[in-house]
């Protein structure tokens, strides 16, 4: 069964909405939570490395303004797009990982801005 | 940064037919994944190797981690239907996890 849950699976909304995506590890405390953006047909691209109770690491080009990362607590973390527009149209992914276990992923949530 | 390249970019393949697909860093990694992402949904992992050389089999799925530490490849026996998605190595650049290119599978019945 699924080890990541994320939350929604779906959103679609208008340009200048904020919207925010929940993960959570569902059996295990992750010590580490990563999130990733895939546009079609392209591999997935790191945006950012968030460990809990501490400030996220975000990839060079990802603005962090722009997508807030809050890692409350080691099986919760949240992306949150501020002000959405279309070009913020994509598919997110959540993982989180234990030390020195491989990552395990969500589901993903395919964003839409109108 | 790394980079990991992989080959081919897509294959159409018959049902019962073998697959190999293949996957190179221009750098050494310590760890090689291989994950499985089906239309809108997560990657799933497939299989984890942690040492060169190491051969490892999930079912019908068999990868091994280059002795260089810079390839690995990934041969999946029998195709079924249900191995149509795309296939991703990845590895670890300290801790940060890299995906490759992908490797489209589409399998016929």
């Known amino acids: 069964g699924a080890v990541v849950s994320q939350h929604p699976s779906r959103v679609i909304c208008k340009s200048g909405t904020s919207v925010k995506i929940e993960c959570r590890s569902l059996?295990?405390?992750?010590?580490?939570m990563f999130w990733y953006r895939q546009f079609p047909k392209q591999s997935l691209m790191l945006m950012a490395t968030s460990n809990e109770g501490s400030k996220a690491t975000y990839e060079q080009g990802v603005e962090k303004d722009k997508f807030l990362i809050n890692h409350a607590s080691l099986t919760l973390s949240t992306l949150t797009v501020t002000s959405a527009h279309p070009e913020d149209s994509s598919f997110y992914i959540c993982?989180?990982?234990?030390?020195?276990?491989?990552?395990?992923f969500g589901d993903g949530t395919r964003l839409s801005i109108l | 940064g790394q980079q990991l390249n992989q080959s081919p970019q897509s294959m159409f393949i018959q049902e019962g037919e073998d697959v190999s697909m293949n996957c190179t860093s221009s750098?050494?990694?310590?760890?090689w994944l291989w994950y499985k992402q089906e239309p809108g949904e997560g990657p799933v992992l497939l299989i984890a190797?942690?040492?060169?050389?190491e051969l490892t089999s999930n079912g019908r799925l068999t990868a091994q981690f280059g002795i260089t530490r810079k390839d690995s490849f990934l041969n999946i026996s029998a195709s079924i239907p249900s191995d149509v998605g795309i296939y991703f190595c990845a590895g670890y650049d300290t801790n940060k996890l890299i995906f490759g290119t992908g490797t489209l599978l589409a399998v016929q019945p």
């Open positions: 059996d295990f405390q992750a010590t580490t």
């Open positions: 750098s050494i990694f310590n760890t």
């Open positions: 190797l942690y040492k060169a050389g």
């Open positions: 993982s989180a990982r234990r030390t020195g276990m491989p990552q395990h």
